[in-house]
């Protein structure tokens, strides 16, 4: 299946219409009660048929009693599911390709569940933030799809008591902990070349950041990290396993 995936992307394909993708994404449809990423937005059909003609669909949904909204997007890539997956999980080689400046593995190992990431993004006229990230790959989608739709949520700490290194409490010493911050990947296969996704993220960066800034981030920065993703799929070399 893997070497299936990976042979095909290296041959021509023809791009996926967006009737395909309306009939794949609607066949998958019961697997979205299977997802760890409660309160995740919903797209509408139209919006994610939007994707097959290379738009990256996004926007924000405001959440009651919060000063930040959920910021949303959805891609049709251009590649596999299982080096997409390989991909995503690969945080502490993001640096240079998404807005995070520093990562480093604080526990657990590198691409498996249970790892703990810290992070350092740098702010424009503000205060840098750090905090940890906390992926957990959702196992039961996974396999009963056969790996065909899979899902990685993920949550912050911003416990010091975890970072030892001197190389990360370096750079948390330059930046602010962020509130909190939660959100997800999920990935459906197309075919074996291509890979619908969304993405979504709700942070709260902390500190002296008016809404209407916090919220402008959240929407650019869910784009950002969707084209990102895409370049460091493409030219990065993923280090994860390929499953």
């Given amino acids: 299946m893997v070497i299936f995936l990976l042979i095909s992307w290296l041959t021509t394909a023809t791009a996926v219409t967006p009737a395909e993708l309306e009939a794949k994404l609607t066949a998958i449809e019961p697997y979205r009660d299977q997802r760890q990423a409660a309160g995740a937005p919903r797209l509408s059909m139209t919006q994610m048929k939007r994707t097959a003609d290379g738009a990256v669909v996004t926007g924000l949904v405001e959440v009651a009693g919060s000063d930040t909204g959920k910021g949303y997007g959805a891609v049709l890539y251009d590649v596999p599911i299982a080096v997409l997956w390989s991909a995503i999980n690969d945080e502490t080689r993001h640096a240079g390709y998404t807005a995070v ?46 790996g ?23 750079y948390q010493n330059l930046a602010y902990p962020i509130a909190f911050s939660k959100g997800a990947w999920f990935l459906v296969a197309i075919d074996a070349r291509h890979t619908y996704a969304e993405y979504y993220v709700w942070t709260d960066p902390g500190g002296r950041i008016p809404a209407s800034l916090a919220s402008s981030f959240a929407t650019k920065g869910v784009k950002a990290q969707i084209d990102a993703i895409r370049k460091f799929a493409k030219e990065g070399n993923p280090s994860c396993p390929i499953e």
Avoid: H, Q
């Fill in 101 to 146: 400046g520093y990562s480093e593995l604080l526990a657990g190992r590198a691409c498996e569940p249970g790892r703990r990431v810290f992070n350092y993004l740098e702010v424009p006229w503000v205060s840098d933030r750090w905090w940890i990230g906390l992926p957990s790959p959702n196992r039961t989608i996974m396999r009963n799809s056969a």
């Fill in 148 to 170: 065909s739709v899979r899902e990685l949520t993920f949550k912050s700490s911003v416990n010091e008591a975890e970072i030892t290194s001197a190389s990360a409490k370096g």
